[in-house]
């Protein structure tokens, strides 16, 4: 039997991955639909939109690592996942000269670092608390990443369709393992 204090830190840590799940999965399909079908792929817009995603998930993942999985062996891990994505964000806003090639690397190691910490974290949880989503999430960002680094000297209108492609599947694959958490907390909650 679990204890009260369990049960409701249980669905705490639910209700916040759920609510970071579907934030940056909305976050990202928007910002991967806006580079698609936005006809002027500037670099600089290029750059600041996906910084705008990186800093917003990147606080957003930092935040929910120290107030909803403290408790949990792998917090440390989604903290530097949130501050790298932070921090790679506000390099891509604030750094306007940036180059293709260097937004290109940015982008493409922050996915696979994220894809990296993403598949380290999955073996920490258990088969029930979602191990097989955030090994697959973990496995498509980091082939996203690499996709988007096997072309540094892409055109704008390369890049910016790869990058929109690649931020709206991940925006997708958020929004269904938000929907999956929310079937779980619901299921939990049913059954107590």
Known sequence: MTSAA?????????????????????ISLIAGLVLLFRPDRKESIIAIIIGF????????????????????????????????????????IF????????????VGLDFVITGLIAIVVSFMLGKDGGRGALLIEGLVTIAIGVIIMAWPEATTNVLGIVIGIGLALLGLLFLFSGYQLSKVKATLTSGS
Do not use: C, K, P
């Open 6 to 26: 369990e049960d409701r830190s249980t669905m705490d840590l639910l209700r916040g991955s759920r609510i970071t799940a579907y934030s940056i999965g909305f």
């Open 53 to 92: 995603l990186f800093v917003v998930s990147g606080f957003g993942q930092a935040a929910e690592a120290v107030t909803t999985h403290r408790r949990g062996t792998y917090w440390g891990l989604l903290l530097i996942r949130g501050l790298i994505n932070f921090g790679f964000g506000l390099a891509l």
């Open 95 to 106: 750094w306007t000269d940036a180059t293709v090639t260097v937004i290109v690397w940015l």
